[in-house]
């Protein structure tokens, strides 16, 4: 136990140590900190019920509950959660020591506070430091980023239990992981390169057979995943976050708008991201986010929701802090980034769950990509020890072993973690996409190593490791009792995406996220014409129905999802000089749930019917007829009249062989592995 210094005639009491700094070898430190440098922290106050928060959301969002899906509102949840005395013992305290609090929430949850260095290492009983995160910088404007953290922290005893945690005390900033992937840094001619037809105004294509040439377009997406309808509407709301000094430019907005017939609509832009220069400024991840999740789910109010990725925030939970305090939040948030759990503190872990949770209860759904980068995360990670003694968050069973390192915030309960396939896009086989395979990127999963397995995951979980076939057994390095991820997948290679106002194919679970998050806002709009509630928080029904219960609108056995059982999770993204380099450690998809694809993937119809909206669907007549859950063409929902008479017969074969025509010289097939240099990891 440590004293506390006399001061402004505060009694000396006890100390309570609240948490120590994780060691990351790129969060240098400097110097002892000036101590009249004003420092900003964060305090989170104890939030109250949050038990009883736990129990109404599982009971909300589970099939066959007297309550499923009655998400309750902002006053209820504040209600719930206000922890008055607490939050007036924090505010007193601050007062008596005459420091200034510079915010308080809506719900007073959190207060921002600022003082001297000097007062902070007095009242915390600590030492505060100068470091530099020298992790590589990605955006155009990167420089050094500098933060006051220490190495431990301390609260009075009395203050302890009205606090979860002090944000901006010893918590690293979390190491990003790569954006959005292009096969090759080129510049394709935009107006030669487009792969769809010109429909100013259309919706939708009238039935067909999917156009597979190798290339993912909103079309592609529509007939593949047979996306009955574009039309959301104005009355959903739509998100995606960014950070990292990630722009996106309305120009390129327009123009790929304009070229795949899609209504012209702007996001909101609350942070003024927009740009005319994507040459200079990062719009890759911004302009792919934007585009598809507008693309797919089209009249829906959509947001580019920008966090700043300064040193002294992390900005996963700088921007879920915002949501949550917003009164009206946007229904469905994708986000395309993450960091490696274990570079995280565990308060970071803590408050992002609670306000996930928060968010679940009122009916918001968030979609997080798994990562790009397999099991690993990284190739200097292959050999690298992800054992529990090196994840001091986990207080249950230990485990030994490399390799593993899930992605934050996919790893969250409360998100729904989206991995990414390919194959159909080149007509073939739904696979689970890999760098070897020619994917780019490998998609990302496992097990996390602070959250545990949730009650509706645990059945899918067990039931993946009492079946793996042989020689499918993952090498040690995970944690065997932790969350695991992807929840669900979908096609994540080659969506072309304009860029500087050319085409660029890009790859990653960044591109299916936003996906299933355009999926769901459709999926919402519809609800709403019914005066039904949004999907909210999916994941039990996800799980319910992969069990295949009796319940629900699917009736007996059904089973929603094209089940993908090929491929693994042990290479890295392909590097820039077109190597691959692959682990000992990883994941291999099998049947059911996995930790490589999740559940597979589902048609919009499925996905429709799991959550209790109807889709009228109708097969193309040169269908056989069958469900073709293997990846193989499908077809739209929009019946085309019945055409008679010998020019209406012509019609249709013109039209058929102008859509071939403009096709004849593309690649229809995947790239082969071995394209590609092959390599085990270097040593660590």
Avoid at 71 to 89: F, K, M, Q, R, S
Avoid at 148 to 154: L, T
Avoid at 520 to 541: D, K, M, Q, Y
Avoid at 612 to 626: F, I, L
Wanted: charged share 15%; proline share 7%; with cysteine.
């Amino acid at each position: 136990m440590k004293d506390l210094p006399t001061l402004k005639g505060v009694h000396v009491e006890e100390f309570h140590l609240m948490e120590n700094r994780l060691h990351r070898e790129t969060f240098v430190q400097l110097t002892e900190s000036d101590p009249t440098v004003l420092h900003e922290l964060v305090f989170a106050i104890q939030q109250s019920n949050l038990d009883k928060l736990e129990t109404m959301v599982l009971e909300r969002s589970t099939p066959g509950n007297a309550l499923y899906q009655q998400w309750v509102t902002y006053d209820d949840v504040g209600e719930l959660t206000a922890n008055p005395i607490a939050y007036d013992a924090v505010h007193n305290w601050l007062a008596t020591n005459e420091i200034t609090v510079k915010w308080t929430s809506p719900r007073k949850e959190y207060i921002k506070a600022k003082a001297p260095i000097s007062v902070w290492n007095r009242l915390l009983s600590t030492t505060f430091y100068q470091f530099e995160d020298t992790a590589l910088p990605m955006g155009k404007n990167s420089k050094k980023r500098l933060a006051h953290r220490a190495n431990e922290y301390s609260l009075p005893k009395s203050l302890q239990p009205h606090l979860t945690t002090v944000f901006n005390t010893v918590q690293n900033p979390p190491v990003l992981n790569p954006r959005a992937y292009e096969r090759a840094p080129y510049k394709s001619s935009f107006r030669s390169d487009i792969n769809v037809q010109k429909v100013p105004g259309a919706e939708h294509r009238p039935v067909k057979e999917v156009q597979a040439n190798g290339k993912v377009t909103v079309q592609f997406l529509n007939d593949f995943y047979r996306i009955t309808t574009n039309t959301g509407s104005a009355t959903q709301s739509q998100a995606v976050f960014q950070t990292n000094e990630e722009s996106f430019s309305p120009t390129d907005l327009s123009l790929f708008q304009s070229t795949y017939g899609l209504p012209q609509q702007s996001p909101e832009d609350p942070s003024n991201m927009a740009t005319a220069d994507c040459i200079n400024n990062s719009c890759y991840e911004g302009n792919l986010d934007i585009q598809y999740i507008m693309g797919v789910s089209q009249q829906t109010a959509s947001i580019f929701w920008y966090v700043d990725p300064n040193a002294q925030n992390n900005p996963f939970l700088e921007w879920i802090e915002q949501v949550v305090a917003d009164p009206n939040p946007p229904l469905v948030n994708s986000i395309s980034w993450g960091a490696p759990e274990q570079s995280c503190a565990a308060s970071d872990l803590q408050q992002f769950n609670t306000e996930a949770m928060k968010l679940a209860a009122l009916g918001v759904t968030i979609v997080v990509s798994s990562g790009d980068n397999g099991a690993a995360g990284r190739v200097q990670n292959c050999n690298a020890n992800s054992g529990s003694l090196v994840s001091p968050l986990w207080v249950g069973a230990p485990w030994t072993g490399v390799g593993y390192f899930p992605s934050f915030p996919a790893s969250a309960p409360y998100v729904t973690a989206v991995g990414a396939t390919q194959g159909p896009e080149s007509d073939d086989p739904e696979i689970a996409c890999q760098s070897q395979e020619g994917g780019v990127i490998t998609t990302g999963g496992g097990f996390s190593t602070y959250y545990a397995t949730p009650s509706w995951q645990s059945d899918a979980v067990n039931n993946y490791f009492n079946t793996l076939p042989s020689g499918t057994t993952p090498t040690s390095g995970y944690n065997r009792n932790g969350r695991g991820f992807p929840d669900i997948s979908f096609v994540g290679v080659n969506y072309q995406t304009v860029i500087q106002g050319d085409l660029v194919g890009l790859y990653g679970t960044s591109a299916s996220a936003p996906l299933l998050g355009a999926m769901l806002s459709l999926l919402n709009a519809a609800r709403a014409e019914s005066n039904i509630t949004s999907v909210g928080f999916i994941n039990p029904t996800l799980y319910a129905y992969g069990a295949e219960n009796t319940f629900g609108p699917g009736g007996a056995n059904f089973n929603p999802y094209n089940d993908v059982t090929e491929g693994n999770t042990k290479c890295m993204a392909r590097n820039a000089q077109g190597q691959v380099y692959c682990c000992s450690s990883g994941f291999y998809a099998t049947e059911g749930w996995d930790p490589v694809t999740g559940w597979g993937s589902a048609f919009y119809p499925d996905l429709a019917q799991m959550l209790s909206v109807e889709v009228n669907y109708t097969e193309s007549p040169s269908s056989d007829g069958n469900d073709n859950k293997n990846g193989l063409s499908q077809t739209d929902s929009i019946v085309i009249g019945v055409v008679v008479g010998v020019v209406g017969l012509l019609l249709l074969v013109g039209i058929a062989s102008c859509l071939c025509c403009g096709r004849k010289n593309e690649s229809t097939s995947r790239p082969p592995a071995q394209a590609y240099a092959v390599a085990s990891a270097p040593p660590a």
